[in-house]
C-alpha cells in the first residue's frame, strides 16, 4: 500500500496542487460484497486538471464483508459533465482508475451438514441413517492486488464552493461495489 501511495502522489503534478482547482471529500455509503453488507468510509483529495477533467485519489474502508474486511486506494480520471447541456449546478460524472486493495480473513470454522456412516450390514437398516457432522476450517489470510476500478454517479454544487456528490463504484479485483455519498470542499 505504501508504494501504490507514493507512486499516486508522484502521478499528481506538484504545481497542480497551488492552482484553485483542487478539493477534499469525505463520504459515507454502503458495500456489497462476499455475501455482505456494511457501512463505507470514504475520503478524497482531487485536483481538476481541466473544466470537466480532474484526477482522484481516495482511500475506502469497505468495513466488515462476512468474515472479510477490505480497504482500498485509488487514483482515478473523474470526467464530468452538466445533463443534457443544463445547468453547472448538476453534473454527471463517470470514473476510472486503478486502486490497490488489501482483504484481511479471518479464520473461521464453518459446518457443511453430515457425512453419513459407514453402512452395517443388518437387518433392517437404520432410519434416518446416523450423521457425523463435517465443518471444514478457514485459515486467517491477507491479499492484496491492484485492479481497475468505474463508477458513476450524479453531482450538486449546492453552494459556491461545496457539492454532494452520490455515486456507484465498482472495484473489479476485489468483488465489491460501493454506494456513496460524499460531500466535497474545492478551495
Request: net charge neutral; charged share 20%.
Amino acid at each position: 500500500m505504501k508504494k501504490f501511495l507514493a507512486i499516486a502522489i508522484l502521478l499528481f503534478p506538484i504545481q497542480a496542487f497551488a492552482v484553485d482547482d483542487v478539493y477534499v471529500g469525505v463520504g459515507l455509503g454502503q458495500s456489497h460484497g462476499y455475501g455482505g453488507v456494511d457501512l463505507t468510509g470514504k475520503a478524497l483529495v482531487g485536483v481538476k486538471v481541466k473544466p470537466n477533467l480532474a484526477g482522484e485519489l481516495s482511500y475506502v474502508d469497505f468495513g466488515k464483508l462476512g468474515a472479510t474486511r477490505s480497504s482500498a486506494l485509488s487514483l482515478d480520471a473523474v470526467y464530468t459533465s452538466p445533463p443534457f447541456g443544463g445547468t453547472r449546478d448538476w453534473n454527471l460524472i463517470a470514473r476510472a482508475g486503478l486502486t490497490m486493495w488489501d482483504r484481511d480473513t479471518d479464520g473461521s470454522v464453518s459446518s457443511s451438514g453430515c457425512a453419513a456412516t459407514p453402512a452395517h450390514h443388518t437387518s433392517p437398516p437404520p432410519s434416518p441413517p446416523p450423521c457425523v457432522p463435517v465443518s471444514s476450517v478457514v485459515a486467517a489470510k491477507t491479499d492484496w492486488g491492484t485492479d481497475l476500478d468505474l463508477g458513476a454517479g450524479v453531482e450538486y454544487r449546492f453552494a459556491h464552493d461545496w457539492r454532494a456528490r452520490l455515486e456507484a463504484t465498482t472495484y473489479r479485483g476485489i468483488d465489491v461495489t460501493t454506494g456513496t455519498l460524499t460531500l466535497i470542499r474545492q478551495f
